[in-house]
């Protein structure tokens, strides 16, 4: 079975600090991983998707098959940036995504 | 372009009630799907549907039923309402092929009481 599992509820940095929200994975084959983002009161959509390797927002996630992880990365965290983040793998059939449980991160002024 | 519609946004129900939430999306995506989200237990797979007629359950199906009668529209009923099903839910739509993220609804928030 295809899980994500993201370690930290939540994570609180100031404003300016390098943020990291990590996830790992629990595959057999290929994995194929997103990151979704919902700010307050928005619904949620997609921040990136590690097939394409871009970067969002000055998010980047890199995988690293040697950890599992597909943890995601900002160099300066800004306040605009305080929301839900979700880790989510894609399973074979109808394109379903698994869900990590979520990190709320807050950006400190 | 509209995107995915859900209707209604907050909901307030009596325990045994009923009710449909609605979604409709103009994508013409062929997938469709209902999450909820609880809190600190992340989205869970209610229902899918990989095209018109064809639905499956999901993770927590219990107590939920959907139909998809049109590529565009995919309802959720829930028949006896039950505080357990007290959360916010979620419809998203998506195309074949995994490059293809999830289009995600508003969110419906319901109560049950």
């Known amino acids: 079975a295809q899980r994500v599992t993201q370690p930290e509820k939540l994570l609180s940095v100031f404003k300016g600090a390098p943020v990291e929200l990590k996830c790992n994975y629990s595959y057999s084959g290929s994995p194929e991983l997103f990151w979704y983002v919902q700010y307050s009161r928005q619904r949620l959509q997609l921040l990136l998707r590690?097939?394409s390797r871009e970067s969002i927002k000055g998010f980047t996630a890199d995988l690293n098959k040697g950890e599992t992880s597909f943890h995601l990365k900002k160099p300066f965290a800004q306040e605009e940036d305080s929301a839900m983040y979700y880790c989510a793998s894609i399973r074979n059939t109808g394109n379903q995504f698994y869900f990590g449980t979520g990190t709320s991160l807050t950006v400190i002024p | 372009n509209a995107g995915v519609t859900q209707t209604p946004k907050f909901r307030i129900l009596k325990i045994g009630q009923s009710m449909t939430l609605q979604c409709t999306q103009d994508m013409n995506h062929n997938y469709m799907y209902w999450y909820r989200q609880d809190p600190g237990m992340g989205l869970k797979l209610i229902y899918y549907s990989v095209g018109a007629g064809i639905t499956d359950k999901g993770e927590v199906p219990n107590g939920y039923n959907v139909s998809r009668s049109t590529t565009e529209d995919f309802p959720l009923r829930l028949e006896l309402a039950a505080p357990s099903q007290t959360s916010v839910y979620f419809c998203?739509?998506?195309?074949?092929?995994?490059?293809?993220?999830?289009?995600f609804g508003s969110g419906t928030r319901l109560t049950v009481v």
């Open positions: 998203a739509s998506s195309s074949p092929g995994r490059d293809y993220g999830y289009t």
């Open positions: 590690h097939i």
